[in-house]
Structures are given as C-alpha cells and as structure tokens.
C-alpha cells in the first residue's frame, strides 16, 4: 500500500515538473518573439533584458525537464 502511494506521489511530481518545463518554455518563447519582432520603442536595455530572461526561463526549464527525467527513471526502477 504505501508503494503505491509512493508511485503514485513520484508520478505527480513527474507531471508538476513536466507541466512546470512546458509553461516556462513557452513564456521564454514569448519573451524571444518580443526580441525578435521589431519595434520603434526597443531600447538595446530592452533588449537584453529580454534575452537574458529569456535563457534563464529556458535553463529553469532544462532544470526541470531532468528532474522528472530523474523520477521517471527512478519510478521505472521502482517497477522492476
């Protein structure tokens, strides 16, 4: 029983951080289009603004893709 509720509580982490990747991916995909669509008003601090929290949302999302990567793998051996 309490396996299972194991189970059950690393496959919901697995989702959160999945769910946690997606959304950061695509806020980082809009704060890129604000880059890269031009614009009177863009200032260079803009600019750079935009790209680096562009790469930090991209990294956080790396961080948590490999985290459920991590549990899934762990919830795989689990199984075995």
């Not at 194991?6 to 880059?35: E, P, W």
Request: net charge positive.
């Amino acid at each position: 029983m309490k396996q299972a509720l194991n189970k059950k509580n690393i496959q919901h982490k697995i989702n959160d951080f999945k769910r946690f990747g997606f959304t950061l991916l695509a806020l980082s995909v809009f704060m890129y289009l604000g880059v890269v669509i031009p614009s009177e008003t863009v200032t260079p601090v803009k600019t750079m603004t935009l790209m680096s929290g562009t790469v930090v949302l991209l990294a956080f999302s790396l961080i948590f893709f490999t985290k459920a990567i991590k549990y899934k793998k762990d919830l795989q051996s689990a199984d075995e």
